[in-house]
């Protein structure tokens, strides 16, 4: 038996097989995560949705628009910080567009979630894009250096 200092053990194999299973992992972590961004843009659209019709009595209350605007953020932040990538933080964002724009028009049932006669489905609308349009535009531009005082 040879002790691990001795020039006559044989190399130890394992440490680029364990490399492979780190890079592996990771991959498989970034892209879980991923997956679980885009199931959360799946489920901001959905209960905004169909909270912007939540009446209290007569009036409609607005809870739907600060579930886009924080929803979103939370959303594009949280795949930027898992997935490490600029284009791949704004997947959660277009899942939330194609969804939300899909339910605001009429089925061939007739159905429709975000009808044109409420207020805050419009604003929702216009709110939740313009959420994920400041927020792409934060990630692709870099902020100015401040310009020296003179």
């Not at 492979?20 to 659209?45: N, Y």
């Not at 909270?51 to 924080?70: C, E, K, M, N, Y």
């Amino acid at each position: 038996m040879s002790a691990p200092g001795d020039v006559d053990a044989p190399p130890i194999e394992s440490r680029p097989r364990a490399a492979v299973v780190m890079r592996w992992l990771d991959a498989a972590l970034r892209g879980f995560g991923e997956a679980l961004a885009v199931w959360g843009a799946l489920l901001v659209a959905a209960y905004g949705a169909f909270l912007s019709a939540f009446r209290v009595g007569p009036d409609l209350v607005p809870i739907a628009l600060p579930i886009a605007v924080v929803g979103n953020a939370a959303l594009i932040w949280f795949a930027y910080r898992v997935s490490g990538h600029k284009l791949f933080a704004l997947v959660p964002g277009f899942i939330w567009i194609i969804v939300t724009f899909a339910w605001s028009s009429r089925t061939t049932e007739g159905d429709l979630v975000l009808y044109q006669s409420n207020w805050v489905a419009t604003v929702y609308l216009l709110v939740g894009s313009a959420t994920i349009g400041i927020c792409a535009y934060r990630l692709f531009i870099p902020r100015r250096p401040p310009s020296p005082s003179r």
